[in-house]
T-cell receptor, first 113, second 115 residues
Framework: SAVISQKPSRDICQRGTSLTIQCQVD?????MFWYRQQPGQSLTLIAT?????????ESGFVIDKFPISRPNLTFSTLTVSNMSPEDSSIYLC??????????FGQGTRLTVV | DQQVKQNSPSLSVQEGRISILNCDYT??????FLWYKKYPAEGPTFLIS?????DKNEDGRFTVFLNKSAKHLSLHIVPSQPGDSAVYFC??????????????FGKGTLLTVNP
C-alpha cells in the first residue's frame, strides 16, 4: 500500500479566497485522484490527475473552480478557488492499488466562513 | 441519484457479537465492490473487496457477501471489537469503459461496538 501525506490537515478560510491542498505519495504512481466529502454525504470523485497532462474532471466539477497540478509522479495539488461556505468539506487525495482498491490520504478538513 | 446506498446511518452492537453492514446498488455495470473503514480525522482505509464473479470473500474477522440478483452486499464482522468502531463505506466500480478506477461510494454507516 502507498503512504499518502496531505497538507494542510485542516483550515478555516474566508469566503472569496483560495486554498491549495498538497498531496505527496511515497512511490511513483500514474494516476492520482481527488475526492470531496461534504457533510453527511458520500465521497465524490472530483478529478483524476495524470502526470504530464491536464486533469480529467467529473460531471459537476470544473477546472476554474478546482485547478489541479501534477508536476511529477509523486505529487499533486488541488486548489479550491473563490471559496463559498458550500465548499466546506473534507478533501481527499488517493491513489489506486494493484486491484483497483484506493488508498487515501488523511484528508483536509476545510471550513469556509 | 445515488447508485450506492447504505440505508442504515448507524449501527450499535455488543463486543463479541456479529456486526452486519448492508449496502445496495442500482448500477448493473458495477462488478467490483469494496469496503472501507474511516476513523475521525483519518482518511478511509481499505478493508476488503469482492469481484462479481464471487459471492463471498473472507479475510480474518471480515467477510463480504455479494448477492448480484438482489444488487446487495453485506460486510460481516465476527467477533466485533471496540476498535472496530468507525464509519464504514461501501464502494463500487465498473471495469468496462476503461474507468475501473472510478469508485462510487455510499454515505457510510457509523458502527459502534460497545464493550
Amino acid at each position: 500500500s502507498a503512504v499518502i501525506s496531505q497538507k494542510p490537515s485542516r483550515d478555516i478560510c474566508q469566503r472569496g479566497t483560495s486554498l491549495t491542498i498538497q498531496c505527496q505519495v511515497d512511490s511513483q504512481v500514474t494516476m492520482m485522484f481527488w475526492y470531496r466529502q461534504q457533510p453527511g454525504q458520500s465521497l465524490t470523485l472530483i478529478a483524476t490527475a495524470n502526470q504530464g497532462s491536464e486533469a480529467t474532471y467529473e460531471s459537476g466539477f470544473v477546472i476554474d473552480k478546482f485547478p489541479i497540478s501534477r508536476p511529477n509522479l509523486t505529487f499533486s495539488t488541488l486548489t479550491v478557488s473563490n471559496m463559498s461556505p458550500e465548499d466546506s468539506s473534507i478533501y481527499l487525495c488517493s491513489v489506486t492499488g494493484v486491484n483497483t482498491e484506493a488508498f487515501f490520504g488523511q484528508g483536509t478538513r476545510l471550513t469556509v466562513v | 441519484d445515488q447508485q450506492v446506498k447504505q440505508n442504515s446511518p448507524s449501527l450499535s452492537v455488543q463486543e463479541g457479537r456479529i456486526s452486519i453492514l448492508n449496502c445496495d446498488y442500482t448500477n448493473s455495470m458495477f462488478d467490483y465492490f469494496l469496503w472501507y473503514k474511516k476513523y475521525p480525522a483519518e482518511g478511509p482505509t481499505f478493508l476488503i473487496s469482492i469481484s462479481s464473479i464471487k459471492d463471498k470473500n473472507e479475510d480474518g474477522r471480515f467477510t463480504v457477501f455479494l448477492n448480484k440478483s438482489a444488487k446487495h452486499l453485506s460486510l460481516h464482522i465476527v467477533p466485533s471489537q471496540p476498535g472496530d468502531s468507525a464509519v464504514y463505506f461501501c464502494a463500487a466500480s465498473a471495469s468496462s469503459g476503461g474507468s475501473n478506477y472510478k469508485l462510487t461510494f455510499g454515505k457510510g454507516t457509523l458502527l459502534t461496538v460497545n464493550p
